[in-house]
């Protein structure tokens, strides 16, 4: 059975995962966990991002996001993409750092952002890792319940607003509320058709039901159905350069894989294509 489809759309909300190839840890010290959020930073930055909550556990992370353009999946190659090359140099190791692609599932906002924010920071609770979320620094929690500014790419008044009239009357209760959910159940158990957090009426408005779908809309291996083969942008493109660009950007092809059909480094292709962009 094909994964299911995944969608993008400006003010789309996402909870995604990524883990570590073979259960392997992805951060290994804090100096690890420091450059993965600044790598967020500019990703949110570059691709009009904004965090509502992340978690950076041992072997994996959890991130809620908003993307105000339809653009996670470039946004989450970018994130996912440079971390790799800084751990493997770092740490000099090679091959696959995560397992595979990312996995993201789409949140009715209006609904399920509250929920899904706590399901997030109570991730190192559930694991025993910690006895409160409190007790672990690497989270979104402690950006939410300072009085100091928050960075620009952390959105939490959205978070905060329904808690309280101020500040602080808003961070205790989101405390409160947040402690309240250790122990509780998991929000997404309730995941529909692999790919919804929300109800039928959210699900119905954002399900694919004609052939048509734009090229954002699906699963890499039906975009590459619908594109042109590696061997076809050679042809068509006298220039190996636009080459590479026109099959990068038709979404259907790694960096690695046209650095495999082009012979060359994947350095290359990066640089090839951050020029044209």
């Not at 420091?34 to 904004?50: A, H, P």
């Not at 906002?109 to 929920?115: F, G, I, M, S």
Request: include cysteine; aromatic fraction near 12%; charged fraction near 20%.
């Amino acid at each position: 059975m094909s994964r299911p489809l995944r969608f993008e759309f400006p003010g789309a909300l996402y909870h995604v995962t990524a883990r570590g190839d073979r259960q392997q840890a992805i951060y290994r010290d804090d100096t690890d966990r420091l450059f993965w959020i600044e790598v967020l930073k500019k990703t949110c930055e570059r691709f009009n991002f904004s965090v509502h909550g992340f978690c950076q556990m041992t072997n994996h992370y959890h991130l809620l996001v908003e993307t105000g353009d339809a653009n996670l999946s470039r946004g989450m190659r970018q994130l996912n993409g440079i971390y790799s090359q800084y751990f493997n140099r770092r740490h000099r190791v090679v091959g696959h750092l995560f397992q595979g692609r990312y996995k993201a599932i789409l949140v009715q906002k209006e609904a399920h952002l509250r929920e899904a924010a706590r399901y997030v920071v109570l991730n190192p609770v559930r694991a025993g890792m910690v006895r409160l979320p409190d007790d672990w620094h690497w989270s979104s929690y402690h950006l939410v319940t300072s009085l100091d500014a928050s960075p620009p790419w952390m959105q939490i008044n959205l978070i905060l607003a329904p808690f309280g009239a101020t500040r602080l009357e808003a961070i205790q209760a989101y405390r409160s509320f947040i402690v309240a959910g250790i122990g509780g159940s998991n929000p997404f158990n309730n995941v529909r058709h692999q790919l919804f957090l929300g109800d039928e009426a959210f699900i119905a408005g954002h399900r694919c039901t004609e052939f048509d779908t734009t090229l954002n809309e699906v699963t890499r291996v039906h975009r590459r159905a619908l594109a042109l083969s590696l061997d076809e942008y050679q042809a068509k493109f006298q220039d190996r350069d636009t080459a590479i660009v026109q099959a990068y950007r038709s979404t259907a092809y790694t960096m690695a894989q046209i650095a495999a059909h082009f012979h060359i480094s994947y350095a290359t292709v990066s640089r090839i294509i951050h020029r044209a962009e």
